[in-house]
């Protein structure tokens, strides 16, 4: 259960600050590569539990980690991975749920607090002029929104598939990582403009102490999922 899961979590924080510093950066990326991996949390722990008494012992012994489990920590993680019961397809469900919940509530509590419907409202009860309680959502809003999603999904999935390869990181030159990121960068710019350019226009307009009870309401049924689901 989630419970189980974050008491492992705390012993393993606790075990962490035992490692030494080559030992921390190898157990770092191992520990981020599970997390991507389509296992239960309670299963990370155990595994990172385990990895980490295993590494542990090696360093009281003056062995290194590569020693232990070899050079290829991909393939090692891969085999432990396997080796587990996975994610069924409502557990996914689940999980995607909870992570558009989370995002949903983080994204509209920004905008609510960033828009200029609400610097106007603070101003004019600042000024004593007369309020305006009604917050504008606009294409550009909604675009932005999925636009950002998709972008830390595919961030996340880059950055799993590559994290246990150190030696492709090596293997890349300046210029393709110079273009590579131009390519990108220049790409999400021309996104956002488009998104300037066509997405003023407002699909409605609502109530900014409805919205924040909306807002509120999507983050206490991700803590809800958090608390009470078992995986």
Not at 16 to 44: F, W
Not at 177 to 189: E, N, T, Y
Not at 217 to 224: M, R, T
């Amino acid at each position: 259960m989630k419970t189980e899961a974050k008491i492992l979590n705390q012993e393993n924080n606790e075990l962490d600050k035992r490692l030494t510093e080559e030992n921390n950066v190898v157990m770092t990326d191992m520990v981020c590569y599970l997390r991507l991996a389509n296992i239960s949390e309670h299963d990370q722990e155990v595994v990172r539990h385990d990895l980490l008494q295993m590494v542990l012992s090696a360093q009281e012994r003056g062995e290194d980690i590569k020693t232990l489990i070899g050079e290829d920590y991909k393939s090692f993680c891969d085999e432990v991975i396997a080796a587990l019961p996975q994610k069924s397809q409502k557990e996914r469900v689940i999980d995607l749920i909870d992570i558009l919940l989370l995002s949903t509530s983080i994204l509209g509590g920004i905008h609510i607090v960033l828009s200029k419907e609400t610097m106007e409202l603070i101003y004019n009860a600042v000024t004593g002029q007369q309020l305006n309680f009604q917050i504008s959502i606009s294409v550009g809003n909604l675009l932005s929104y999925v636009i950002i999603i998709a972008t830390a999904f595919l961030i996340i999935h880059v950055i799993g598939k590559n994290l246990l390869k150190p030696e492709e990181k090596h293997n890349q030159s300046k210029l393709k990582k110079f273009i590579i990121a131009g390519a990108i960068g220049g790409g999400l710019m021309s996104v956002f403009l488009i998104i300037a350019w066509v997405g003023r226009q407002t699909l409605f307009t609502v109530n900014i102490f409805a919205a924040c009870v909306f807002i509120l309401g999507l983050y206490i049924a991700h803590k809800l999922l958090q608390e009470f689901i078992i995986t």
